[in-house]
Nanobody, 124 residues
Framework: QVQLVESGGGLVQAGGSLRLSCAAS????????MGWFRQAPGKKREFVAA????????YYGDSVKGRFTISRDNAKNTVDLQMNSLKPEDTAVYYC?????????????????WGQGTQVTVSS
């Protein structure tokens, strides 16, 4: 089990950037593949990005490919999401997600642990 705490959300204008960070507790962080999901009001939770335990493999949802970058630092137990060229449709609560093992968390059912979420609002 890992506990996840997100930070870095906020209000930004369209075209701007934000960097989200997720801090994980526990000494087995490097045993987890990590990911980010988001949920806009009235919509289902959506996969955003995932990264392997080593950081060597990353995968992105089509709507963010080329604009968002996921990274991790196993020494600091953190996973970050750099979001560039933000659009109003990126507005959502963003959740950090952890999955024990090698498989990337790309669906809600993959996820073993969730963070509490952080709000990102992009104004037009």
């Amino acid at each position: 089990q890992v506990q996840l705490v997100e930070s870095g959300g906020g209000l930004v204008q369209a075209g701007g950037s934000l960097r989200l960070s997720c801090a994980a507790s526990g000494r087995t962080f490097s045993s987890y593949a990590m990911g980010w999901f988001r949920q806009a009001p009235g919509k289902k939770r959506e996969f955003v990005a995932a990264i392997s335990w080593s950081g060597g493999v990353t995968y992105y949802g089509d709507s963010v490919k080329g604009r968002f970058t996921i990274s991790r630092d196993n020494a600091k137990n953190t996973v970050d999401l750099q979001m560039n060229s933000l659009k109003p449709e990126d507005t959502a609560v963003y959740y950090c997600a952890a999955k024990y093992g090698r498989r990337l968390p790309t669906t809600e059912s993959d996820v073993d642990n969730w963070g509490q979420g952080t709000q990102v609002t992009v104004s037009s």
